[in-house]
């Protein structure tokens, strides 16, 4: 059995125990742009986090075409299982850092060391209840939980973490709890049922559907060209049509509150060092504040 913790950089997976790797069953259809891209993914599946600088360009540059929708696929439900070489939190500690240092993206271990998370699926099931109120701020929920995680070492499985998310996000605190404890819990099984029908093994995992259904599935982290080479697979041409990049660092930040050196570097097509030199430049001129951690910065504008 694999261990859903032990993710492969190789292959940009955390896999998960007991689905098989059979071919997909019928996909919907697409919604009303061009392109519909399905993404399984988890709170707390570091590949996930390995992946956002090239989600995020993906939605800076195809924006117009493309239209990203999040399913929850229970990375973790429990400790119930030994495998991998993975056991207890503790053993997953060593293993964040080691996948920080591949991903080139800011990840802190020691939340398995100081305040372990018993289960992925809290997180998952608040940002189901978070989708209800808001998607977009929804987005913005699961990106705060996530630098919970996997800079601040917050358990996210603990509601005053969830809580002062959906504060942080604009999120309505009552009705999240409500929504919580009610509809938002069916709606995280039916993403897992998805995910079992279509045989999602391990996130990430996209779906990128065209009008007519046909699908392009991309499995893992993956370079920013193979996302590309899907839609352009599904849409002939959409490259030579798609948004140019950013007009500069206050337009930016401007669509993503916080951003990591990595994920200027994919966006802006600079080194990692020249994406760090220019957002540490941006904090010399007082315009940005910079979090560091162990495994690396994140940036985000001075109040």
């Known amino acids: 059995m694999s261990n859903p913790l032990k993710c492969d950089p190789e292959t940009g997976v955390c896999e998960v125990p007991g689905l098989s790797a059979e071919n997909e069953k019928?996909?919907?259809?697409?919604?009303?742009k061009a392109i519909r891209v399905i993404y399984f993914t988890d709170p707390i599946c570091s590949s996930c986090?390995?992946?956002?600088?090239?989600?995020?360009?993906?939605?800076?540059e195809y924006g117009e075409v493309i239209d990203i929708e999040y399913r929850m696929g229970g990375l973790l439900p429990?400790?119930?299982?030994n495998s991998g070489g993975i056991s207890k939190p503790a053993?997953?500690?060593s293993h964040w850092d080691e996948v920080s240092l591949h991903y080139e993206m800011p990840i802190d271990g020691d939340v398995w060391l100081e305040d372990?998370?018993?289960?992925?699926?809290?997180?998952?099931?608040?940002f189901k209840a978070a989708q209800l109120q808001d998607q977009e701020k929804a987005l913005l929920f699961l990106r705060r939980i996530k630098e919970m995680v996997f800079l601040e070492k917050k358990n996210i499985s603990k509601w005053e973490h969830l809580l002062a998310a959906a504060i942080a996000t604009g999120l309505d605190p009552v009705r999240l709890k409500q929504d919580f404890d009610g509809d938002?819990?069916?709606?995280?099984q039916e993403d897992l049922q998805l995910a079992g029908y279509w045989n999602v093994r391990g996130f990430p995992t996209l779906f990128f559907i065209d009008a007519k259904g046909n699908p392009e599935k991309v499995y893992g982290v993956k370079p920013y060209q193979v996302y590309e080479a899907a839609i352009e697979t599904l849409l002939p041409g959409a490259k030579s049509k798609k948004a140019p990049q950013a007009k500069g660092w206050e337009y930016l930040f401007s669509v993503y509150p916080t951003l990591t050196n990595k994920e200027l570097s994919v966006i802006s097509d600079l080194s990692v060092n020249e994406a760090e030199a220019f957002l540490a430049n941006l904090v010399n001129e007082e315009k940005l504040t910079v979090?560091?951690?162990k495994n690396g910065k994140i940036w985000y504008l001075k109040n």
Not at 184 to 188: D, E, H, N, S, T
């Open 116 to 126: 372990p998370l018993d289960s992925s699926y809290p997180p998952s099931i608040a």
């Open 49 to 60: 986090w390995g992946i956002e600088p090239q989600l995020r360009k993906l939605k800076m």
């Open 91 to 93: 053993d997953v500690a």
């Open 291 to 293: 979090m560091e951690t």
């Open 184 to 188: 938002a819990k069916q709606y995280f």
């Open 78 to 81: 429990d400790w119930s299982y």
């Open 26 to 32: 019928a996909l919907p259809k697409a919604s009303d």
